[in-house]
């Protein structure tokens, strides 16, 4: 016997999982008894805990052989070669899917209430379970967090028999276990108390750690007066931050734009302060020409960053523009303006070509990057390389579509752009 019960086996596995503190990890635990393990191991990392939320589509006529598996966001993972030899038709798969989407949707309800699932695009996933038997869990599990967008993923279990990787195959990146018994029989035989794990506690640990993450973490919600409105933002300033960079979304997305979150975590990993913001609030947003009207967003960018210099204590930092898509574009139709003291702007998949005649007159070194992938945004930023006279860079992703929703893609973003802002911050 090595475990207590489960929050003693989540400590001895957080032990085994130092090398991952202070990287951008999400923890995800496999409801019911994961979770009070995950507990413990994100507690340990400082990271972000969720339940992870699968459930197997079975063959109708024999519903213990998994004929794929589903999880949240539409996600679905199918076995081609079940589906062959059971001869499963469409119309059945749909029926079992729908079965089981019921089902995820009353989990994810119960469990995590008005709180919106973790984001996992670009991040480190670690999926904890209090064991591992057979590996077929954990194999869906890992085949629905990489099919949501996941980086890298590390599965990770107290206890599993000895040939377990075999089993896991390549399903996930790096595989963590603290013991490897010879002689396996059932994940309970290796614990005191192995009783079963009810909602209940499930949902206490959920909202023990987001508790403890909330008062860590402070607020770091503010309201940018603009032209008349206020408009919403999320600022982090780590400590002795040369600088701030300030992000423009692109195409109507808001300061939860999964994408830019993920940039702005590797910028704070880097040392760099972000905010990241509404440029219009939601009525304005409403109106798809506000959208696309790139004189008014660069008005708004350039008023919220003269809002930011004048708070206590960020006076005399430097400022960075980061644009996606279209704010990329009003990024850079701001920097044009000869007043402007922005000291670097940053392109992702960005349309700086709508900026227009207005490329020529931008003082700030610009660096753009571009999916391999996205052919025509990358001619589009070609040609309005071509009439920047700035110092300029222009950076292709391999692999990497429009959205760079590829795993890794983002991760090789959020680096160029620590990079370029540090330089010249």
Same mark, same amino acid.
């Given at each position: 016997?090595?475990?207590?019960?489960?929050?003693?086996?989540?400590?001895?596995?957080?032990?085994?999982?130092?090398?991952?503190?202070?990287?951008?990890?999400?923890?995800?635990?496999?409801?019911?008894?994961?979770?009070?393990?995950?507990?413990?191991?994100?507690?340990?990392? *400082? $990271?972000?805990?969720?339940?992870? !939320?699968?459930?197997?589509?079975? +063959?109708?006529?024999?519903?213990? /052989? %998994?004929? &794929? @598996?589903?999880?949240?966001?539409?996600?679905?993972?199918?076995?081609?070669?079940?589906?062959?030899?059971?001869?499963?038709?469409?119309?059945?798969?749909?029926?079992?899917?729908?079965?089981?989407?019921?089902?995820?949707?009353?989990?994810?309800?119960?469990?995590? *209430? $008005?709180?919106?699932?973790?984001? !996992?695009?670009?991040?480190?996933? +670690?999926?904890?379970?209090?064991? /591992? %038997?057979? &590996? @077929?869990?954990?194999?869906?599990?890992?085949?629905?967090?990489?099919?949501?967008?996941?980086?890298?993923?590390?599965?990770?279990?107290?206890?599993?028999?000895?040939?377990?990787?075999?089993?896991?195959?390549?399903?996930?990146?790096?595989?963590?276990?603290?013991?490897?018994?010879?002689?396996?029989?059932?994940?309970?035989?290796?614990?005191?108390?192995?009783?079963?794990?009810?909602?209940?506690?499930?949902?206490?640990?959920?909202?023990?750690?987001?508790?403890?993450?909330?008062?860590?973490?402070?607020?770091?919600?503010?309201?940018?007066?603009?032209?008349?409105?206020?408009?919403?933002?999320?600022?982090?300033?780590?400590?002795?931050?040369?600088?701030?960079?300030?992000?423009?979304?692109?195409?109507?997305?808001?300061?939860?734009?999964?994408?830019?979150?993920?940039?702005?975590?590797?910028?704070?990993?880097?040392?760099?302060?972000?905010?990241?913001?509404?440029?219009?609030?939601?009525?304005?947003?409403?109106?798809?020409?506000?959208?696309?009207?790139?004189?008014?967003?660069?008005?708004?960018?350039?008023?919220?960053?003269?809002?930011?210099?004048?708070?206590?204590?960020?006076?005399?930092?430097?400022?960075?523009?980061?644009?996606?898509?279209?704010?990329?574009?009003?990024?850079?139709?701001?920097?044009?303006?000869?007043?402007?003291?922005?000291?670097?702007?940053?392109?992702?998949?960005?349309?700086?070509?709508?900026?227009?005649?207005?490329?020529?007159?931008?003082?700030?070194?610009?660096?753009?990057?571009?999916?391999?992938?996205?052919?025509?945004?990358?001619?589009?930023?070609?040609?309005?390389?071509?009439?920047?006279?700035?110092?300029?860079?222009?950076?292709?992703?391999?692999?990497?579509?429009?959205?760079?929703?590829?795993?890794?893609?983002?991760?090789?973003?959020?680096?160029?752009?620590?990079?370029?802002?540090?330089?010249?911050?």
């Amino acid at each position: 016997m090595y475990f207590t019960d489960r929050t003693d086996a989540g400590r001895q596995l957080a032990a085994s999982l130092g090398h991952l503190k202070g990287r951008d990890v999400v923890v995800l635990g496999l409801p019911r008894g994961g979770v009070p393990v995950a507990e413990q191991v994100a507690d340990a990392l *400082g $990271a972000p805990l969720d339940v992870c !939320l699968v459930r197997k589509l079975g +063959v109708p006529y024999q519903p213990e /052989l %998994a004929m &794929g @598996a589903i999880g949240e966001g539409d996600v679905r993972v199918l076995n081609d070669h079940v589906l062959a030899d059971s001869r499963v038709s469409a119309g059945d798969l749909a029926g079992v899917e729908a079965r089981e989407r019921v089902v995820l949707g009353q989990r994810s309800r119960r469990y995590r *209430g $008005a709180r919106p699932a973790a984001r !996992l695009d670009g991040r480190t996933v +670690v999926v904890v379970d209090d064991g /591992l %038997a057979t &590996g @077929a869990t954990a194999v869906a599990a890992c085949r629905v967090v990489r099919a949501q967008g996941a980086a890298r993923i590390v599965l990770a279990v107290p206890v599993a028999p000895a040939d377990w990787r075999e089993r896991i195959g390549r399903e996930a990146d790096e595989t963590v276990s603290v013991h490897e018994p010879a002689f396996f029989y059932a994940i309970g035989q290796f614990y005191q108390d192995f009783s079963q794990t009810p909602d209940e506690e499930v949902i206490a640990c959920l909202e023990r750690h987001h508790a403890r993450q909330d008062q860590d973490d402070g607020d770091p919600e503010v309201r940018i007066p603009v032209a008349g409105v206020e408009v919403a933002g999320h600022l982090v300033v780590p400590a002795g931050a040369p600088g701030i960079v300030v992000f423009a979304h692109g195409s109507g997305s808001s300061r939860h734009s999964p994408r830019n979150r993920a940039v702005a975590e590797s910028l704070n990993r880097a040392g760099l302060g972000t905010l990241l913001f509404d440029l219009l609030t939601e009525d304005e947003a409403a109106d798809r020409a506000n959208v696309f009207d790139t004189e008014l967003l660069a008005g708004r960018l350039a008023r919220a960053t003269r809002w930011l210099a004048g708070r206590p204590g960020l006076d005399g930092l430097r400022t960075g523009w980061f644009g996606a898509s279209t704010g990329a574009a009003a990024a850079l139709w701001a920097a044009a303006d000869p007043l402007s003291e922005v000291a670097a702007v940053v392109s992702r998949g960005g349309r700086p070509d709508l900026a227009g005649p207005r490329l020529a007159q931008v003082r700030a070194p610009t660096l753009l990057i571009v999916g391999g992938n996205d052919p025509l945004v990358q001619e589009l930023n070609e040609a309005a390389r071509s009439r920047l006279t700035c110092e300029n860079r222009l950076v292709v992703v391999p692999g990497a579509g429009h959205l760079f929703e590829e795993p890794g893609t983002l991760e090789q973003v959020g680096e160029l752009a620590a990079s370029w802002f540090t330089d010249h911050f």
